[in-house]
């Protein structure tokens, strides 16, 4: 590595987000099925999950600390060395006799861990980038975050199941896994140690008493709460999801469970592949069109098609759930077509975030509104378990398909700005 090279953003950008999505899909994706394969209930594992969201929903409570307290850098590293540290103690815990208590308690220092780690990466991104290398950047960030993605709920999943073969134990192959995962993020620590620049910004802050932070977030929310359809648009970050945040958790569930239980029963290197890799391409790839078209001919124009994008094809599932196909290649189709529809479909959903965080404190109130975000996902995972084991997966499905009609209530109430998304005439 050249001198030249290292602090330029090309050299510590794509690593930074990649490290950001890294445990967040440990703490939301992986933890399901290192749980299902370890013989927890669908009740408990969506259960003890879904709070796993809780770090997400609140961290616009302890963002300002952690500008008054620190450079955003120290927070980034310092974050980096506790990841490494909760995911060995999850890799420690799980062959052990305490392997649930365990592990969660690791589970939950790397939510914090992550969500603390994703305000100073966020808020680092700015400081340590002119303008138009911020705008440069975006899609290159976002794209490290969807590599991340891959690699975490893909390759990682798909590892485990190898190492299973070679260990014939599903507890020692996935604490293989996080071992190496943890391993990963000291390797980062060390590299963003000497990669990341030293923005003037970041070291001369405004000096804040912890008294300015309460009265400025004070502020923050009454003007928050004095928006034009404040309940409109929290009825609609709440659940306009809804359908998403049942079927997320359990669909992985479904698709590992037994054919006994009523699942696929793919394994684990099936499963990263078929939800790992070809799902994440089609959110991916869903996320990409939605954003091009908004942007062409705004919000508005592509709300209905957008919403119709994230609720139809979860009838996929249904099918899944009746037909049980044992073909690779129908299952990869049926998950891509509903991932590329709640790719295409969430841009609504995103925009509308941009949309309300509109005019003053607009960066302090799209922090709220990623709160809300957490939460739509965080409520119905909490139950989403318990409906699925009461009723089955078939009848689950069907309720999930039901539940989409909050989706179209809450769209049908918006009124939005024809104008908002579209690109501007030069």
Request: charged share 10%.
């Amino acid at each position: 590595m050249t001198a030249n090279f290292l602090h330029k953003p090309w050299a510590w950008v794509p690593t930074l987000y990649f490290a950001e999505g890294v445990p967040y899909v440990a703490v939301m994706t992986i933890s399901v099925i290192v749980y299902k394969r370890l013989g927890l209930s669908n009740t408990d594992i969506t259960l003890y999950t879904s709070w796993l969201y809780l770090p997400w929903v609140i961290k616009p409570l302890w963002s300002p600390f952690v500008d008054m307290l620190r450079t955003k850098r120290w927070w980034i590293l310092m974050m980096q060395i506790l990841i490494a540290a909760a995911l060995a103690g999850v890799a420690f815990t799980i062959p052990g006799p305490l392997w649930l208590k365990g592990s969660l308690a690791f589970f939950w220092l790397l939510a914090f861990s992550s969500a603390t780690h994703d305000i100073a990466a966020d808020g680092f991104y700015m400081l340590g980038l002119e303008q138009h290398e911020q705008a440069y950047f975006v899609g290159i960030r976002s794209t490290f975050y969807r590599i991340a993605t891959i690699f975490s709920s893909g390759l990682l999943v798909g590892l485990a199941g190898v190492l299973q073969e070679f260990t014939h134990s599903i507890a020692y192959a996935w604490s293989l896994v996080f071992y190496f995962i943890a391993g990963l993020f000291i390797a980062l620590w060390l590299y963003h140690s000497c990669a990341l620049p030293r923005p003037a910004e970041d070291s001369n802050r405004v000096q804040k008493t912890a008294g300015d932070i309460v009265n400025e977030f004070w502020q923050t929310l009454v003007t928050f709460f004095r928006k034009p359809q404040v309940w409109v648009g929290i009825c609609f970050m709440l659940f306009y999801r809804m359908p998403e945040g049942l079927l997320a958790k359990v669909s992985a569930l479904f698709l590992v469970d037994k054919v006994s239980n009523g699942g696929l029963g793919l394994s684990d290197v099936e499963f990263g592949m078929v939800q790992g890799t070809v799902g994440v391409i089609g959110l991916t790839l869903g996320g990409i069109i939605g954003g091009i078209a908004a942007s062409r001919d705004g919000l508005k124009r592509w709300l209905w098609p957008m919403v119709m994008a994230i609720t139809i094809p979860d009838l996929v599932y249904v099918y899944l759930s009746y037909a049980l196909p044992s073909s690779l290649l129908v299952i990869n189709i049926c998950v891509f077509l509903e991932q590329f529809g709640y790719g295409f479909g969430f841009s609504a959903y995103m925009l509308y975030l941009i949309y309300y965080s509109q005019g003053e404190h607009k960066t302090a109130h799209y922090a709220l509104c990623t709160a809300f975000m957490a939460l739509s996902m965080m409520i119905p995972g909490l139950f989403a378990g318990a409906l699925q084991e009461s009723v089955g997966y078939q009848a689950f499905f069907i309720i999930v398909v039901a539940c989409c009609a909050m989706t179209y209530i809450v769209s049908a109430l918006l009124k939005i700005d024809p104008e908002f998304g579209k690109k501007k005439a030069s």
